[in-house]
């Protein structure tokens, strides 16, 4: 994927190098997409293995989105649908910073992140699309409608290590928000890993205990994708959507050997809790069309 998937020279496009082929009928076909170039394989391959080519192309992802930032020193998403395309190169930049320690991915991921948090209606209500307007780059424009966990892309890398290296209020508030919004929505899917950070930030089991509840009704799913029963779809994709589910169980289990009794009891509260009905606090607001909430403050904090 790394080779083939990769645009690493263009005559006419230099800008595209960095990019992954968006998914179409061969790897290299589709256009290229700043939304579906996601470094963490690439890294994850280097480190496992050391093979130094996938740690160049996991930077080359990154200096994508160096390359072409906005003059304010954010992630440029001038106009790609869905907030995914903002995300997508800030994950890229984040593991490139983890892997380098080098300031021009740290300055960007920090106040990319800082601007985008900033673009929430509340914590973890989101706009469907975000994009980057005006002479310097930081003035945010939305579109869509502001829904409780409307991401379109992944989150976890990005939460996981800004703690580590980007702390904030904001940030924090944003995590356990959306965590709690998890399990108001029974929301069994990559979302949940928030939970996952929640209770490494918290301490609260019940967080640990809707992680395992997670995974044991994945557990179910996973069988019937085996099975190929037409319930969930039996498709490639659902196969292999599946990489938070180590995730969940890394925080269930912290949670069991940390306090065994008092997981157990997280999980009769969190069972009460889904019994009683959780009341969301948000209803996504209707759909809207492009509208500008302005430049965006404090992003460099």
Known sequence: MGDVGICHAHPSRPNAVGLMHYHSGHQ????????????????????????RRMKDI??????WAVRTKEKAGIIKNRG???????TGPLVCVVEAYVA??????SDLARRSLNWFLRTQEKPGVWATSVYTR??????AVIEGRYAPLNHGGIMYPIFYEALRHFDSPILRETIVAEADLAIAQSAMSHVATNCAIAYKMTGDPIYAAFCMQCVEAYKDR?????????????????????????????????AIDRDPKGFVEAEKRLKELMEKGVEQGYEPSSEFPE???GVIEGYNN
């Not at 996991?58 to 200096?63: K, P, V």
């Not at 029963?229 to 969940?248: C, K």
């Open 222 to 254: 996973a069988r019937k994708l085996v099975e190929m029963d037409p319930e969930v779809g039996g498709s490639f994709f659902s196969g292999i959507r599946n990489g938070y589910i180590a995730i969940l169980k890394s925080a269930a289990a912290a």
């Open 291 to 293: 509208r500008s909430i």
């Open 134 to 139: 005006g002479e310097q780059g930081d003035e």
């Open 28 to 51: 290299w076909t589709g256009g290229y997409s700043p939304s579906h170039t996601l470094n963490t394989t690439h890294f994850l391959h280097y480190y496992l293995t050391g093979d």
């Open 100 to 105: 380098t320690w080098e300031a021009k991915y």
């Open 58 to 63: 996991g930077l080359e992802d990154a200096d």
């Open 80 to 86: 790609g649908q869905l907030n995914r395309e903002f």
